[in-house]
């Protein structure tokens, strides 16, 4: 069964350093979604994207962060500059159509020193 | 404002109980709702989506609009069912966001 993959699954990075996070949706969806998880902390919305555009982003998604869907399979989110509080685990998501469920990636863990 | 609420931190249960997750939410609208399930070291699944109305693992929920809730239930669980669970909510039309709830861990006692 197709499944969403992500990397790495885990990443650790000096404060103020450009971190990219890499997910690979499955093939044929259309939606594709990041979201964090800080510990202990419920799982929250970042950014959505479709039709190579974004779709909706959440106040936690600043100018710090942009997505980039650079060829028909990768969709990377980049932190450009990263601080402690972005330590969180990362999820992708990915869902064919609009109606259809997502699909998560298992997250890669961020931490920031 | 769109909120999930899941009042339970932790859920101990012996195999064999029955178990029910609470889940509560607030929305203006018509949302869907899901549970995802997070078992030891595997990513976030789906579980079930109240407009499926499906049982799967002998889980059913139902959807409350007057109470607002969708409470996850089953009559007898299983040590297997150990694990994360989390009720969300999204919007009907189109591609909204999911909302989630700060989860539940369910721990099932032999």
């Known amino acids: 069964e197709p499944e969403v993959t992500q990397t790495p699954s885990h990443q650790v990075t000096q404060m103020g350093q450009e971190v990219i996070l890499r997910c690979v949706p499955i093939s044929n969806h259309l939606y594709f979604y990041w979201y964090r998880q800080i510990l202990g902390q419920k799982v929250e919305f970042l950014v959505s994207f479709y039709n190579n555009e974004i779709s909706e982003k959440s106040e936690i998604f600043d100018d710090q962060f942009s997505v980039e869907r650079p060829d028909g399979s990768n969709f990377t989110l980049k932190i450009r500059s990263t601080k402690l509080e972005d330590s969180a685990m990362y999820f992708c998501?990915?869902?064919?159509?609009?109606?259809?469920?997502?699909?998560f990636g298992p997250g890669t863990r961020l931490l920031v020193l | 404002a769109q909120r999930v609420t899941q009042p339970e931190k932790l859920l101990s249960v012996f195999k064999g109980a029955p178990v029910e997750l609470k889940c509560n939410y607030s929305y203006s609208g018509s949302p869907e709702l899901f549970w995802y399930v997070q078992y030891s070291r595997q990513r976030l699944q789906l579980l079930l989506r109240?407009?499926s109305r499906e049982s799967i693992k002998g889980f059913t929920a139902d959807l409350n609009k007057g109470e607002t809730s969708f409470h996850l239930k089953k009559p007898f669980a299983q040590e297997e069912d150990s694990a994360m669970y989390y009720c969300a909510l999204s919007g009907i039309s189109g591609n909204t966001p999911l909302v989630f709830g700060k989860g539940t861990r369910l721990s099932v006692i032999a």
């Open positions: 109240h407009i």
């Open positions: 998501a990915s869902k064919q159509g609009a109606a259809e469920t997502q699909y």
